[in-house]
C-alpha cells in the first residue's frame, strides 16, 4: 500500500462516524504488498422519544457475576414502552424521536441465565418476540455505557462462502484492470454509546404499536443484558453489557 494509505482509511472512517470510530485500520494490518482492504463502520445517533432526567442517574451496584459487584451509573425513567415479559426474560423496547428507530434491551429473569438464555434463543424467536409491540407504564433502571469492539472478518467471510476474495483466484477486474487484486483484510469496528438524551451506534426501528392497560412493570438492568439497535424488523447492531 502507498505511503499514507493508512491514515487516508483512518481519517475517512473517523469523518464518516463523527469522530466515534478511530484507528480502524492498524499499522500491522498493512505491508508494501497491500492492495486492498474491506472495511465496514456503521454511525447512528439517535435521541430517545422520552429522554432520562440527567438528575435522576445515581450510582448503583451492578452484578457482573456471582463473585464480582461494581458500582456503575444508572439512569431512570418511567414512561410507555414495548414489553414483554415471561418466565426467562424481559425485553424492553425504547423508542427515538420518531419512533421509527428503537432500542431493545433483553434481559434475563436469572441474573447469571444470560449465556443460558442466547443459547436457547435463536434470531426468529427474537424477531417474533419484537414484533408483539404491547406497550406498558415501565419503571426503567438501565446503566449508561459505552461499548467498542473491533473483529477482524476474513475467517467468517471465508466460512460464508467468500473464501475466492482474500486468495490469488479473486477477480475484482471491475475495479483495476491493471494488476490482479484480493483481500487482504477485512476489519470490522462497532461502537455503541447510551445515556440519558439517546444513543450513537448503528441503527434500529420498529411499527404497529399497540397500547395495553394501565398496568405498571419494573425493568432493572442491574445484571448483564443484551442490546438490539433494530430497523424493520432487522438486527443492525447488537452487544452484550457485561460490566
Same mark, same amino acid.
Given at each position: 500500500?502507498?505511503?499514507?494509505?493508512?491514515?487516508?482509511?483512518?481519517?475517512?472512517?473517523?469523518?464518516?462516524?463523527?469522530?466515534?470510530?478511530?484507528?480502524?485500520?492498524?499499522?500491522?494490518?498493512?505491508?508494501?504488498?497491500?492492495?486492498?482492504?474491506?472495511?465496514?463502520?456503521?454511525?447512528?445517533?439517535?435521541?430517545?422519544?422520552?429522554?432520562?432526567?440527567?438528575?435522576?442517574?445515581?450510582?448503583?451496584?451492578? %452484578?457482573? &457475576?456471582? !463473585?464480582?459487584?461494581? *458500582? $456503575?451509573?444508572?439512569?431512570?425513567? #418511567?414512561?410507555?414502552?414495548?414489553?414483554?415479559?415471561?418466565?426467562?426474560?424481559?425485553?424492553?423496547?425504547?423508542?427515538?424521536?420518531?419512533?421509527?428507530?428503537?432500542?431493545?434491551?433483553?434481559?434475563?429473569?436469572?441474573?447469571?441465565?444470560?449465556?443460558?438464555?442466547?443459547? %436457547?434463543? &435463536?434470531? !426468529?424467536?427474537?424477531? *417474533? $418476540?419484537?414484533?408483539?409491540?404491547? #406497550?406498558?407504564?415501565?419503571?426503567?433502571?438501565?446503566?449508561?455505557?459505552?461499548?467498542?469492539?473491533?473483529?477482524?472478518?476474513?475467517?467468517?467471510?471465508?466460512?460464508?462462502?467468500?473464501?475466492?476474495?482474500?486468495?490469488?483466484?479473486?477477480?475484482?477486474?471491475?475495479?483495476?484492470?491493471?494488476?490482479?487484486?484480493?483481500?487482504? *483484510?477485512?476489519?470490522?469496528?462497532?461502537?455503541?454509546?447510551?445515556?440519558?438524551?439517546?444513543?450513537?451506534?448503528?441503527?434500529?426501528?420498529?411499527?404497529?404499536?399497540?397500547?395495553?392497560?394501565?398496568?405498571?412493570?419494573?425493568?432493572?438492568?442491574?445484571?448483564?443484558?443484551?442490546?438490539f439497535l433494530i430497523r424493520d424488523d432487522t438486527v443492525l447492531f447488537s452487544a452484550i453489557f457485561?460490566?
Open positions: 500500500m502507498r505511503p499514507g494509505g493508512q491514515a487516508t482509511i483512518n481519517n475517512f472512517v473517523k469523518e464518516a462516524t463523527h469522530q466515534k470510530i478511530c484507528d480502524l485500520i492498524t499499522p500491522n494490518s498493512l505491508d508494501k504488498n497491500t492492495r486492498l482492504v474491506l472495511i465496514n463502520a456503521l454511525y447512528f445517533k439517535g435521541t430517545w422519544a422520552v429522554t432520562f432526567n440527567s438528575k435522576s442517574t445515581v450510582e448503583a451496584k451492578f %452484578h457482573v &457475576d456471582e !463473585k464480582t459487584i461494581i *458500582e $456503575l451509573e444508572m439512569m431512570h425513567l #418511567k414512561a410507555y414502552f414495548i414489553y414483554f415479559w415471561d418466565t426467562q426474560l424481559q425485553l424492553l423496547g425504547m423508542p427515538y424521536k420518531g419512533e421509527k428507530e428503537f432500542m431493545f434491551v433483553l434481559l434475563p429473569k436469572e441474573r447469571f441465565g444470560l449465556a443460558k438464555l442466547l443459547a %436457547h434463543l &435463536d434470531g !426468529k424467536k427474537l424477531v *417474533e $418476540l419484537i414484533k408483539k409491540r404491547c #406497550k406498558y407504564t415501565v419503571k426503567v433502571e438501565l446503566p449508561k455505557f459505552t461499548l467498542e469492539a473491533t473483529h477482524k472478518l476474513n475467517t467468517p467471510l471465508t466460512n460464508m462462502g467468500m473464501a475466492t476474495a482474500f486468495t490469488e483466484s479473486a477477480n475484482f477486474g471491475g475495479i483495476s484492470a491493471n494488476e490482479p487484486l484480493l483481500i487482504s *483484510e477485512a476489519v470490522h469496528k462497532a461502537f455503541i454509546e447510551v445515556n440519558e438524551e439517546g444513543t450513537v451506534a448503528a441503527a434500529a426501528t420498529a411499527k404497529n404499536v399497540r397500547r395495553s392497560s394501565s398496568e405498571e412493570y419494573r425493568f432493572v438492568a442491574d445484571h448483564p443484558f443484551c442490546v457485561r460490566k
